[in-house]
């Protein structure tokens, strides 16, 4: 299908020569390490092109590589263009950067640049077992053959027992330069810019739309930041204290559910927050509710839930699969633990800090009773209509001890202090706690 495509693209100018269209390039970068934020600022940039109906589409790539997963999904994005897309490599397309270059239908490269060196390795920068070697061997194969380039050559980028008289010994990998990469048909042109690519396939009419994210996307971007993701968790942990202390405010309340629509909304968009991680980290929040509100104390379920929402920050943070951190950097397991029990711990120096500092506010003098109601300035808490002591009336249950009393026409909880009493019998009042009375037979 996309070489049908690209067939009709070379001669749609040549049939319509001196009909004066102008042809709509779109042009994207990758210039960063490939990982979740790459892939969605791909599909975007797709997205953008299929909505202003580019005729071409040309990357613009200089990338070390990246996340094998995320890698394999562009390629399959890229694959589902029905338009051409080309790649201009003006520096270098490493690994995964390699395996996206040759899924394009055209590669072109400038002076001095270079692709191949496609083993995959994990986070630490070590080769990555045979099964994932396996795994991109397939791809790079697949996708060579679909473009028209050797398959084995492809394979070379990336298995160095691999043998090619006369381009590859045992023990090395493929990484071909400008002029090599044309010798063997993994390159069609050594170009200086776009605007060369162009002119090489005669396309003279042309309007260049590069594309850039949204502001909207920008800000997204920023709240990747790890410590932008621990100042979230800090005003997530604190909005939540401080609704508890003044219920009924709201504002804190809001904060924290601003602060956690921003921790998780980056993430999730971008690939990195999965369904499960988020379900876990409600749960986690859920079990330190019920520990505070319906278990008081600190057990089980309090140590779960923080066990739970500290695990389920830090996964959320980093681009592993299912707890498979074989390609997740060190850094980035470093970064994402330091984020969020740097924010639990600066929430944990808030409430102490800031709660103290609190209750000494004007604004919350407002809202909260600061006087002590005490019983000398005629503060009373009973549920009695008056002076009880001395009253006489009678059970209207066995007392066994407690029970109630009919006092003028009234019924009040009672009990004795330890005597049994029989329905009917008189009662008199010997004293009074909180709410209910003290009775004894007379």
Known sequence: MKLISWIAFVLLPILSFGQGSTQRVMVMEIKSEIDPRTNRYVELALEHARKTEADIIIIEMDTYGGVLTDAKEIVDKIMDVEKPVWVFINSDAASAGALISIACD?????????IGAATVVDGSGEKAPDKYQSYMRGIMRSNAEQNGRDPKIAEGMVDESIVIEGIKEEGKIITFTTTEAITYNFCEAKVESIEEILKRNRVS??????????????VVAIFLNPFISGILILVIIGGIYFELQTPGVGFPLLAATVALVLYLVPYYLNGLADNWEIIALFIGLA????????????????????????????????NNDAF???FVP???????AAAAFGGLLGGIILLFVAGAKLTESKR????ALMDTQDKNKGYVATFFPGPMQ??????????RPSGKVDIDGRIFDAFTRGEYIEKGESIEVVGEDTTSLIVKKV
């Open 287 to 318: 079990l330190i509710a019920v520990e505070i509100f319906v278990l008081p104390g600190f057990g089980i379920a309090g140590i779960a839930g923080i066990s739970l929402t500290v695990i389920s920050l830090i996964l959320i943070m980093v």
């Open 330 to 336: 060190a850094n980035d397991l470093v970064y994402a």
């Open 324 to 326: 498979d951190f074989e």
């Open 106 to 114: 055209s590669i072109y490269m400038a002076p001095g640049a270079s």
């Open 205 to 218: 009419n042309y309007e260049i739309d590069r594309f850039e994210l949204s502001a909207t996307d920008k």
């Open 390 to 399: 001395g009253k006489r009336g009678t059970t209207q249950t066995i007392m």
């Open 364 to 367: 919350f003098q407002q809202i």
